[in-house]
């Protein structure tokens, strides 16, 4: 606790050593190698609040923007011996703070010749280190660590001391793979990890190992992910599936296969992300795909973002548009969500007549309607001329006057900001249709002004505004 000093009629001044060492921290990185001698004058019993300001001074390899620029100029980073001096004199056991800015300290600094005696204090941060207890969690602590989403969970990976060291030790394989023998105690441990944030966090140790014992990294991997689904569908795990699919696909498919059917639907959903993705790249889980795409709302969901990602690559285009066929008009505004700004610029006039025709369908269905600014905001942002673009224009018109019209009322949306930011770009058309001498789109433009007139889509006034402009 601090001690607070009353400093004005409504001014307290509080103390505390959590105070001091905020300010021990910043100053500290003004000068790393002279706060570092100076901890090497402190008494071993200091607070270890201090001790862990200063190391957190020593991941510094330039100077932040803290001191004048006159300062910044003469900065240096403290010498690798004036921090294993510190780290050697405070060996704190199990406190958390010097722990923590001790493993960020080698995940920030992974090149530095690094002594055998901080190795193993890294391993044995990786082994045994207390913090994350069993069950319990640093971030979103109200929460039983059974009970968490992958987010949280992984967000806890990044705030505990078995985390950072997991990242440390990938740091360190990363630069040296020389090192897997010293370290390799504290993956296996980490790959082990009664705490499931700890075990995602252990895919960042696992990672390196790919580039030269890929076998051993998907063992590893493997092992991580048993008995807690959530852990596979971590991000780290997505980008190590990219890595050994297809080449170990028969190690990890029985994890993708479960992740697709998991009663938790985090869970589901990124399982039918893997399995579209890995369908459409190597032609693998068909039949889970098939499944996938008419399961439940998150299975269905999965497939959607996927295909909807891979809608402008050329080689998955017509695949995606297949599987998005399904999704435009799904019962669920949760999948048909996953379809909000599939299309770009480029894609507009494209020329594909099953890319043209997926568009119009796309125009006429519940997923344009759920949220059509994004849609209309293509045209109104579009560098170029738009008479490539008529048919769409006219049928998103169409759609405003017609289709559109009564479930915009129904929500009590008189001008919606869509319906109105077509008028200009209708107008666009309509005159470079006539610096063009292209009668019939001109003439098509004043249909279309009739019907969006008619059927009072944007104020009466402001539609001949537009035409007398």
Known sequence: ????????????????????????????????????????RFPETVNHSYIS????????????????????????PARIETIEAVLAKFQSGDDRDIAMAFCQL???????????????????????HPDLPEGKLNLHCDKHCDEASVQILFQNTINCVRGVAAEAIGSLLWENNGLLKQVRPGIEALVQDPHPAVRMAAIEAIEPV???????????????CENDLRVPAS????????????????????????????????????GACEVTARWLFHGFFENELNMCRKGNVFQRKGVATVAAQLLHENKYASKCRELLCNYVNDDSKDVRDALQSIFRKDGLNKNDPDHQAFLQAY??????????DNFVRLFADYPGK????????????????????????DLGVKYPYAAKEMLPILLRLYEQALGEKNRPIADRCLDIWDILF?????????LTRSIDT
Not at 54 to 75: G, N, V
Not at 363 to 372: E, G, H, V, Y
Request: proline share 7%.
């Open 106 to 128: 080698i995940r920030g600094k992974p090149d530095q010749a690094w002594c055998e005696q901080s190795i193993t204090r890294l391993v044995r941060y990786a082994k045994s």
């Open 363 to 372: 125009i006429k269905s519940k997923a344009f309607a759920d949220s059509p």
């Open 210 to 224: 790919l580039n030269f014992d890929r076998d051993l990294a998907v063992q590893w991997f493997c092992k991580a």
């Open 53 to 76: 300001a200063i190391i957190d001074s020593f991941r510094l390899t330039q100077p932040d923007k803290s001191p004048p620029e006159e300062k910044q100029k003469s900065w240096r």
């Open 1 to 40: 606790m601090g001690k607070g000093v009353q400093v004005g009629p409504h001014r307290i001044l509080k103390t505390s050593i959590r105070h001091f060492s905020e300010g021990l921290s910043k100053i500290a990185k003004t000068d790393p190698e002279r706060f570092g001698q100076l901890a090497l």
């Open 454 to 462: 008619e059927n009072r889509v944007g104020r009466a006034i402001e």
């Open 235 to 270: 991000p780290r795990a997505t980008r190590f599936f990219n890595y050994v699919i297809p080449s170990h696909i028969e190690q990890v498919a029985p994890i993708i296969r479960q992740m697709v059917v998991s009663p938790l639907e985090e869970v589901a959903l990124e």
């Open 386 to 409: 738009l008479i490539p673009l008529a048919e769409s224009i006219f049928s998103v018109c169409y759609e405003f006057a017609t289709t559109l019209k009564e479930k915009l009322r």
